[in-house]
């Protein structure tokens, strides 16, 4: 069964910003995504150009995976691509437009997968 609101990852990074961006204009439920468990609303994004440069370490990045951080937002690898995050919400907390708090860098932080579980067992598994 399909989740309307669930962040699909392997999409490419110019259809989610438009999903997530209408959702949030619209005032719609927000898109969704799972991080350790526990269900992050993805509220307002951008893509992130290929001219941008920034800083990332030399590896292969998978859809849904934080590539890297700054003080506006938070950068995720897509199927093609690259989102930026500018408000997200901790299902149960408030709304997160800094993201510079020592905290939210904790969580959010190089490395961490968003939806990983899924991205596996949908695509890697089904490989093999």
């Known amino acids: 069964m399909t989740e309307p609101w669930r962040i699909k990852w392997h999409l490419d990074a110019?259809?989610?910003?438009?999903?997530?961006?209408?959702a949030d204009k619209n005032k719609l439920a927000p898109w969704y995504t799972f991080l350790k468990n526990k269900q992050w609303n993805i509220i307002k994004v951008r893509v992130v150009l290929p001219t941008e440069s920034f800083i990332s370490v030399m590896k292969i990045?998978?859809?849904?995976?934080?590539?890297?951080?700054?003080?506006?937002?938070?950068?995720?690898q897509t199927g093609k691509g690259i989102l930026k995050l500018l408000v997200v919400q901790k299902k149960g907390t408030p709304i997160i437009t800094n993201f510079a708090n020592p905290q939210i860098a904790q969580?959010?932080?190089?490395?961490?997968?968003?939806?990983?579980?899924?991205?596996e067992t949908t695509f890697l598994l089904s490989k093999s």
């Open 14 to 22: 110019k259809t989610l910003a438009v999903l997530i961006n209408d």
């Open 61 to 76: 990045f998978f859809p849904g995976e934080i590539i890297n951080r700054d003080e506006e937002g938070i950068f995720v």
């Open 107 to 119: 969580e959010l932080h190089l490395g961490s997968w968003f939806d990983q579980n899924e991205y």
